[in-house]
């Protein structure tokens, strides 16, 4: 009897595990493939939350996580720890998400024992070596390291084909984020944080506010928290729900420039059900996330992006999604677009999502079994209707 195909799936923070959740559960109901989990901690706390979530239980836990670790540390601790997991395991692929520190050491550790890996949301890119730093280089780094690559839209594939790629290691599934955000999101939920049970959600239209990468912290972050500010003050049936990033960097303006409003909710990071099911249920959302551009589209929920450049055009070429940098000027003025012309609120919230249908990680699953030799037909790919 032929031996089951060992997968080892690996991440290491937050949204790498709410994206990995559905393949990691597809893998482990599917026969032939003997799926193990490796999770770094690189963050610890909120990727517990998810583990518990979605019951996801972890085969290693290297629990690399230190305080104020380094990129260069979170690089050699996962690269030293892997190398005796996949000595012991010795798994036909290994599987890595998007673009964390964790995502290209892991990658890397596998092309050192020969391992092949497979790219999860592959091909996304802003071209800017230093936009979004680090992820833009570990995302094109892991994709030179990849075997083979499930790109989330058409538009990744071109990025990838662009740079050498064999259309033959090329997938296109859709985004995982949308498979797990229809596995939490529920009309029924109650959450977790009592402030978001108090909320009206009916007679007030709530913002959603996240705000915290690297390149915006400084003035270009007060920025945007002065945006915020002067939106709330214009606009007395609006008010934001702020999950202040740790980050003392994030704390100390948002708490000096929001803290004293009191349609103004700092709150401590929240669990991903909570997350998930406000966003569901927010007016607007305005973020420097990547992830959120591509959840939003999938809840007809407008989102303003703090960022001058998106590794995630399709969105924007959608309509759901507009990148509006971090001067404060011009988040007032698109969001008082958004706040007072009905017509272009409805555009936005209409528009199409790019990011797929919720089956992402069933076709990761058919493409896995292909290369594996476990089906003849060809995988299915995302078919986009834009």
């Not at 939920?189 to 990468?213: G, S, T």
């Amino acid at each position: 009897m032929k031996r089951p195909v060992k997968i080892l799936s690996i991440f290491g923070t937050r949204p790498e595990a709410i994206k990995m959740a559905p393949v990691v559960k597809t893998l482990a109901a599917a026969p032939g493939f003997a799926a193990r989990v490796v999770i770094t901690a690189q963050h610890r706390q909120m990727l517990d939350q998810v583990l518990d979530l979605f019951e996801i239980k972890a085969d290693y836990d290297l629990n690399i996580m230190q305080e104020g670790q380094s990129l260069t540390e979170i690089t050699t601790r996962v690269l030293t720890r892997l190398e005796e997991v996949l000595a012991a395991e010795q798994p036909d692929m290994v599987l890595v998400h998007g673009d964390t520190t964790t995502t290209f050491a892991a990658a890397l550790a596998a092309f050192y024992q020969r391992v092949a890996v497979g790219h999860v949301e592959a091909g996304l890119r802003t071209h800017q070596k230093y936009f979004p730093f680090p992820e833009e280089l570990n995302r094109r780094l892991t994709g030179v390291l990849a075997d083979l690559h499930f790109a989330p839209t058409a538009t990744a594939r071109a990025n990838l084909l662009a740079e050498g790629v064999p259309p033959e290691r090329i997938q296109v599934t859709g985004n995982t984020a949308i498979d797990a955000l229809f596995m939490t999101v529920r009309p029924t939920y109650k959450f977790c944080e009592p402030c978001l049970n108090a909320l009206d959600f009916k007679r007030n239209r709530i913002i959603v506010l996240e705000a915290h990468r690297r390149e915006n912290l400084g003035e270009p972050l007060e920025e945007i928290f002065r945006a915020v500010a002067a939106l709330v003050e214009r606009h007395t049936d609006v008010e934001v729900v702020f999950p202040v990033h740790l980050n003392p960097k994030v704390q100390e303006p948002a708490r000096r420039i929001l803290g004293d409003h009191p349609r103004v909710h700092l709150l401590t990071p929240l669990a991903y059900g909570d997350f998930a099911n406000l966003l569901a249920r927010a007016y607007l959302i305005l973020s420097d996330s990547g992830g959120i551009q591509e959840e939003a589209p999938a809840l007809g929920r407008p989102v303003l992006v703090l960022r001058s450049v998106t590794e995630r055009p399709e969105a924007v070429a959608a309509g759901t999604v507009r990148v509006v940098g971090t001067q404060a000027e011009a988040i007032l003025a698109a969001a008082e677009e958004l706040l007072s012309n009905p017509a272009a609120y409805e555009r936005m919230a209409r528009a199409a999502n790019p990011y797929g249908d919720g089956r992402a990680a069933w076709r990761i699953r058919t493409g896995l079994e292909h290369w594996f030799g476990l089906r003849d037909e060809a995988p299915e790919e995302l078919i986009e209707s834009l």
